[in-house]
Every structure is written in structure tokens, then in C-alpha cells.
């Protein structure tokens, strides 16, 4: 089944992504891994997109369409989550169009609903991690990028709550639950 992750920054897509792929051998399309990627790559896409990226601002719709659509001429296993994509209303129709170009279809939009300032505790807290544990915290994981995160969210990400959910396609879970919790209400999607 293919599935998208729903969800503001800090929602924990990430996280949820990582356990489908272990115990469901699913496929996780990040947009935001395939991204950094490229950065640290040093492709003249990376260049073009890193400080876009970490002012928290959203690369062009085209980038990350053609990322994806990569990924779906490889292995599906046991089927694709996206992760961070699609971001915009144009995504969405571009996905649409994908999915059906590759004889796909979408099972589920799961939607992870969480509040605003776990979101920045979650963030901040993962930064200093990362800082403690002697690694780079992502350049975007600071409070003036994560504002323009989250308000890129609201304005562009959140009216495709109301898209999937007019299709007939969205489940809202708890994001503030516990991990196993939130990945009990995913499995329960799923079936
Ligand atoms: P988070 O969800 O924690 O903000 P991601 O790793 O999903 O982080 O994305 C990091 C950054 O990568 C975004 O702020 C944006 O600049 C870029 N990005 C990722 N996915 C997309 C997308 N689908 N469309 C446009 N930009 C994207």
C-alpha cells in the first residue's frame, strides 16, 4: 500500500516512516532526505536549493516532482510512504498523475496532528541532541527557520488536509500520543 505522512515540522513522519520500513519493508520517499542529499552532494541542484532549505523556505514544486518521480521507476517492496511530499496543492496533483502513470494508486493520507509548541520543543530538542551527541544540527533546525517552516506549513502544506479529506482519503491521528501509540493508529490504518 502507499501512503502519505501528513503533518507540520516535528510531527514525527520521520520517525513513523523508519518503523514501516522495518517492519513493513516499505519504501520512504523523503523529499527532505533526498534534498539534504543533494546538499551535501554538492550537485548544482544542491547548490540551488541549500539556502532556500535552510532559511526553512519550500524548494520549487518542479525539484521535488522529479525527485519522486525517480523513485517510483525503482522498487515499490512493500509499497512507498511519502514523507515531507507533497507539500503544496500542485505536488498533490502532480502525485496524483504519477501514481497513475506508474498503474499505483494511494491507500491512505495519514494526517499527524500535533500543537505548535511541541513542535518547537521536539525541534529544539533534536538540534541540541544532535549538538550533544558531537554531530551537526541541520541548518534549519534553528528558531528563526523553524518559524518560516511552520508558517510555510499553514499557508501551503494545511489546505491539502482539506484536498485529501474532500477525496475521501484522510485519517487524523494523535501525534501527541506516545511513538508506539501513533504507530498503533498507522498499523490500524493500514490494516
Ligand atoms: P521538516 O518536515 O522537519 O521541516 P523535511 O526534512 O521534510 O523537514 O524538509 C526540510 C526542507 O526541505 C523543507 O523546509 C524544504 O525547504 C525542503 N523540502 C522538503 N520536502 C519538500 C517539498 N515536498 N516541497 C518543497 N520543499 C521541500
Same mark, same amino acid.
Request: without cysteine.
Given at each position: 500500500?502507499?501512503?502519505?505522512?501528513?503533518?507540520?515540522?516535528?510531527?514525527?513522519?520521520?520517525?513513523?516512516?523508519?518503523?514501516?520500513?522495518?517492519?513493513?519493508?516499505?519504501?520512504?520517499?523523503?523529499?527532505?532526505?533526498?534534498?539534504?542529499?543533494?546538499?551535501?552532494?554538492?550537485?548544482?541542484?544542491?547548490?540551488?536549493?541549500?539556502?532556500?532549505?535552510?532559511?526553512?523556505?519550500?524548494?520549487?514544486?518542479?525539484?521535488?516532482?522529479?525527485?519522486?518521480?525517480?523513485?517510483?521507476?525503482?522498487?515499490?517492496?512493500?509499497?512507498?510512504?511519502?514523507?515531507?511530499?507533497?507539500?503544496?496543492?500542485?505536488?498533490?496533483? &502532480?502525485? %496524483? @498523475? $504519477?501514481? *497513475?502513470?506508474? #498503474?499505483?494508486?494511494?491507500?491512505?493520507?495519514? !494526517?499527524?496532528?500535533?500543537?505548535?509548541?511541541?513542535?518547537?520543543?521536539?525541534?529544539?530538542?533534536?538540534?541540541?541532541?544532535?549538538?550533544?551527541?558531537?554531530?551537526?544540527?541541520?541548518?534549519?533546525?534553528?528558531?528563526?527557520?523553524?518559524?518560516?517552516?511552520?508558517?510555510?506549513?499553514?499557508?501551503?502544506?494545511?489546505?491539502?488536509?482539506?484536498?485529501?479529506? &474532500?477525496? %475521501? @482519503? $484522510?485519517? *487524523?491521528?494523535? #501525534?501527541?500520543?506516545?511513538?508506539?501509540?501513533? !504507530?498503533?493508529?498507522?498499523?490500524?490504518?493500514?490494516?
Amino acid at each position: 500500500m502507499n501512503i502519505i505522512l501528513l503533518g507540520p515540522p516535528g510531527a514525527g513522519k520521520g520517525t513513523q516512516a523508519a518503523r514501516l520500513v522495518e517492519k513493513r519493508d516499505m519504501i520512504q520517499l523523503s523529499t527532505g532526505d533526498m534534498l539534504r542529499a543533494a546538499k551535501t552532494s554538492g550537485t548544482e541542484m544542491g547548490k540551488k536549493v541549500a539556502e532556500v532549505m535552510d532559511r526553512g523556505e519550500l524548494v520549487t514544486d518542479e525539484i521535488v516532482i522529479g525527485l519522486i518521480r525517480e523513485q517510483l521507476e525503482g522498487d515499490k517492496k512493500g509499497g512507498f510512504i511519502f514523507d515531507g511530499f507533497p507539500r503544496t496543492l500542485a505536488q498533490a496533483d &502532480a502525485l %496524483g @498523475e $504519477l501514481l *497513475s502513470e506508474f #498503474g499505483e494508486d494511494l491507500g491512505a493520507v495519514i !494526517e499527524m496532528q500535533v500543537d505548535d509548541e511541541v513542535l518547537v520543543d521536539r525541534i529544539v530538542g533534536r538540534a541540541a541532541e544532535a549538538v550533544a551527541a558531537g554531530k551537526t544540527a541541520r541548518a534549519d533546525d534553528n528558531a528563526e527557520s523553524l518559524k518560516i517552516r511552520l508558517m510555510e506549513y499553514y499557508k501551503k502544506t494545511s489546505p491539502l488536509i482539506g484536498y485529501y479529506h &474532500a477525496k %475521501g @482519503e $484522510l485519517t *487524523s491521528i494523535d #501525534g501527541l500520543a506516545s511513538m508506539d501509540e501513533v !504507530e498503533a493508529s498507522i498499523a490500524k490504518v493500514l490494516g
